[in-house]
């Protein structure tokens, strides 16, 4: 059994899951049905494509700046 991790973020009325360590994604109406669909995503790409472990990836947060204001393009 191996270990994975899933980023999960909404776009509209779905959940988007992915898988950083392989780079599978997959979406679900729900948090567990994106997961589900990732965990099958995953180990049908696993058939194919043997997964060689180069370490976890680092996960953190960060913060930027709000929205940027943009200047109108002037064209010539």
Do not use: D
Not at 25 to 30: F, I, L, N, R
Not at 42 to 70: D, Q, R
């Amino acid at each position: 059994m191996m270990s994975f991790s899933a980023v999960i973020h909404q776009e509209e009325r779905m959940f988007v899951a992915k898988c950083p360590e392989v780079g599978t994604v997959s979406q679900g109406k729900t948090i567990e049905e994106s997961l589900r669909n990732l965990k099958e995503a995953t180990e049908l790409y696993l058939e194919e494509f043997p997964f060689k472990e180069n370490g976890k990836p680092i996960m953190t947060v960060f913060e930027v700046a709000g929205h940027a204001k943009t200047k109108k393009a002037v064209w010539a």
